[in-house]
Each structure stands twice: as structure tokens, then as C-alpha cells.
């Protein structure tokens, strides 16, 4: 999974123009998104039509402000620039609730 670095808003949609994408923001300190983290490789292997993307929600706490992640983990889905789908919210989430996430948006 790539790590982005700190950008902003307008930086972060050049970088998803071509292609589809799940950002999935996180924080070293959180205790829900610790308990996700060991489930990524595998969802990351079975959507593989997805590049993934952890975004640092302390390392670019402005890009969470601009797009409203007001909780974490959460995922948001891009395709070619614009915005699909969001699971936001604070509370810890399952690899089977990601994964009904990602197939409610193909």
C-alpha cells in the first residue's frame, strides 16, 4: 500500500485523475484503525482492480478537514478524479463491513 505523503486537497485529486483508488485514513495512535490494518493486504488482494493509499490523518490533518474525515479509520473511493463512495465515521469497522463497502460500489 502506498503511504501518501503531506498534500492538500488539490494535490491529492492531480494524484487520482487516471485510474481508481481507496484512500484509507488512518493514525499510528488509533486503536480502530490498528485493529483494521491487519485485514489490508488481504482486501487489498481481492480488490486489485483498487491502488490503495494510506493517508496519515496527523500528517495531513488540513487534507481531513477540506474533505470532511471526521472519524478514522475510513475509506473514500476515487475513480479518475472524482469521488465515489465514503465509509466516514469514528467507529471500528470489520473486513467484512470494508468489503461490503468496496462491493456496494462497483
Same mark, same amino acid.
Not at 484509507?24 to 499510528?28: H, P, V
Not at 488509533?30 to 490494518?37: G, L, M, T, V
Not at 469514528?90 to 463491513?97: L, P, S
Given at each position: 500500500m502506498e503511504i501518501l505523503k @503531506? !498534500?492538500?486537497f488539490k494535490g491529492l485529486v492531480q494524484?487520482?485523475?487516471e485510474g481508481s483508488y481507496v484512500l *484509507? *485514513? !488512518? =493514525?499510528?495512535w488509533?486503536?480502530?484503525?490498528? *485493529?483494521? @490494518?491487519p485485514a489490508m493486504p488481504e482486501i487489498e =488482494?481481492?480488490?486489485a482492480n483498487y491502488k490503495f493509499i494510506q493517508v496519515d490523518r496527523d500528517e495531513n490533518i =488540513?487534507?481531513?478537514q477540506e474533505m470532511m474525515i471526521l472519524g478514522i479509520p475510513s475509506f473514500v473511493v476515487y475513480k479518475d478524479g472524482?469521488?465515489?463512495a465514503r465509509f466516514?465515521?469514528?467507529?471500528?469497522?470489520? @473486513?467484512?463491513?470494508?468489503?461490503?463497502?468496496?462491493?456496494s460500489v462497483d
Open positions: @503531506k !498534500t492538500n494524484k487520482l485523475q *484509507f *485514513f !488512518t =493514525a499510528d488509533c486503536p480502530d484503525c490498528r *485493529f483494521i @490494518k =488482494a481481492e480488490y =488540513a487534507l481531513c472524482e469521488e465515489l466516514v465515521n469514528k467507529d471500528r469497522k470489520t @473486513k467484512k463491513q470494508v468489503e461490503d463497502f468496496l462491493n
